[in-house]
């Protein structure tokens, strides 16, 4: 069996999956607002993290949990790294092994245009949890750790 280089297998990490389990994708804050309106979901729950961010590694299998229980009624639960692109390899492998499927994103765009492009009020500070109705609009927003609980209370408060 032929061993791959380190840049071979550096490629193969950074690559979207041949199967489709899952993508990642470049996005500054307007295509990612863009993507939101043009999904036109009932809510869209947006998490910005980083693989060094422990906080947002401890929530994160409670906003997986959120994303599969809103699955099938026409909400979802993105995802979008903070992190450098040379740091793609542990954003793919940190959301396979968090059971992460389809589309995620990762912040191509410098880190102060992104964070006031996507809510005014946020510092900058992760995790920051973003919550969007069907028109795109943002009505809900945390910045720091939150738990289940506080997320689905996020959610419902959109619902109404």
């Not at 280089?5 to 295509?31: N, Y």
């Not at 994160?60 to 026409?74: A, C, I, N, Q």
């Not at 589309?103 to 969007?132: C, E, H, N």
């Not at 609009?137 to 419902?156: A, W």
């Amino acid at each position: 069996m032929k061993r791959l280089g380190l840049p071979a297998v550096l490629l193969l990490l950074a690559a979207p999956a041949a199967w489709g389990e899952l993508e990642i994708r470049p996005v500054t804050a307007e295509q990612l607002k863009q993507e939101i309106r043009a999904a036109g979901r009932l809510v869209t729950v947006v998490n910005v993290w980083a693989t060094w961010c422990l906080p947002c590694r401890e929530e994160f299998p409670d906003l997986v949990r959120l994303g599969k229980e809103m699955e099938g009624e026409g909400s979802a639960v993105w995802f979008v790294s903070a992190d450098f692109d040379d740091a793609l390899p542990r954003v793919r492998a940190f959301l396979a092994e968090q059971g992460v499927e389809g589309v995620s994103y990762i912040k191509d765009q410098r880190d102060m245009p992104f964070v006031k492009g996507l809510a005014p009020l946020w510092t900058g500070a992760l995790p920051a949890t973003l919550v969007f109705d069907r028109q795109g609009e943002l009505k809900g927003f945390r910045q720091g750790q939150g738990d289940y609980e506080i997320f689905q209370k996020m959610v419902q408060e959109v619902k109404g």
